[in-house]
Nanobody, 119 residues
């Protein structure tokens, strides 16, 4: 089970840190987001080795990390923009062999999401 937290409303340029409470960390842990009227898109992912993958739109602003002892992945979001407004989901992929974010169907478990609003 994945439970996201840390969302909220901030002004442009502000920061938020999202957390995802997990019973265990899987091969790949990722963050996706979905804005109203838009398709779900991958934001960032972290492999069990620590390797990371980011969407071009968030590179240099967002950082994904994980605490293996707490079974918790994080998404630090800085320099937030209004276009970052979306429902953010934590996702887990059980299979090894990569940590892409282009195909949400490759992920096996999902949280319910936490809302991020940037004005």
């Amino acid at each position: 089970q994945l439970v996201e937290s840390g969302g909220g409303s901030v002004q442009a340029g502000g920061s938020l840190r999202l957390s995802c409470s997990a019973s265990r960390l899987r091969a790949c842990m990722a963050w996706f987001r979905q804005a109203p009227g838009k398709e779900r898109e991958g934001v960032a992912a972290i492999y069990y080795t620590g390797g990371t993958n980011y969407a071009d739109s968030v590179k240099g602003r967002f950082t994904i990390s994980k605490d293996n002892d707490k079974n918790t992945p994080y998404l630090q979001m800085n320099s937030l923009k209004p276009e970052d407004t979306a429902l953010y989901y934590c996702a887990a992929r059980f299979a090894f062999g990569g940590c892409g974010i282009s195909n949400s169907n490759s992920y096996d478990d999902w949280g319910r999401g936490t809302q991020v609003t940037v004005s």
